[in-house]
């Protein structure tokens, strides 16, 4: 009894019978190479796959850099534009380009009656500005108002609507030296 059916009896014989009598490592030699292969491809994957989240991940960042530099720059340019839009700021631009508030409107109804006074916008009276031979002490012609015919861009100054295209002021009674010289600014 020297082989290996006659030792085992019963079902372990019968199960010896079914298996192949001698190695077999022709069956096993592609299962392994399909594994491998399948391992690799995964691992290359997941490689490449984890390579192109962390770009992802860069081109985010960036991103959101970019976009709180723009946020923090578009703040800045619209406190800019509401300290430009404020009314104390429009109207001291409004002088600065020789503009005077206007008087109280007047409107026409579509029958063509009028409602309210028209009337024209006066300009109160010049503001001296001192110069450098001035510096020292008032001159006698700082408060007076420009000479008649004077030629614009003399020592007394151009008029408040004097200038390149505009026409020259009304003339207008001298202000009271106790009243204040610019204009009070209305209840609105």
């Not at 991103?63 to 300290?83: H, N, S, W």
């Not at 409004?94 to 026409?108: K, R």
């Not at 001035?134 to 408060?143: D, E, H, I, V, Y």
Request: net charge neutral; glycine share 12%.
């Amino acid at each position: 009894m020297s082989t290996a059916g006659k030792q085992l009896r019963g079902r372990a014989a019968r199960l010896a019978r079914l298996m192949p009598a001698g190695p077999s490592n022709a069956a096993r030699t592609p299962f392994v190479l399909l594994v491998v292969v399948l391992l690799g491809g995964g691992l290359i994957t997941l490689l490449l796959l984890n390579s192109s989240l962390n770009e992802g991940s860069f081109e985010l960042s960036e991103l959101k850099r970019k976009t709180t530099e723009l946020t923090d720059e578009q703040q800045a340019l619209q406190r800019d534009v509401d300290d430009r839009s404020a009314p104390d700021a429009l109207e001291r631009r409004a002088a600065e380009l020789g503009m005077v508030p206007g008087s109280g409107p007047a409107f026409i109804d579509p029958d063509g009656t009028v409602r309210g006074v028209p009337g024209r916008a006066s300009a109160p009276p010049p503001e001296p500005e001192p110069s450098a031979s001035t510096a020292g002490g008032a001159s006698p012609a700082a408060g007076a108002p420009p000479a008649a015919g004077a030629p614009s861009g003399t020592a007394a100054g151009p008029g408040p609507l004097t200038g390149p295209g505009r026409s020259p002021a009304p003339p207008t009674a001298p202000a009271d030296e106790s009243a204040p010289s610019a204009p009070t600014p209305s209840g609105r």
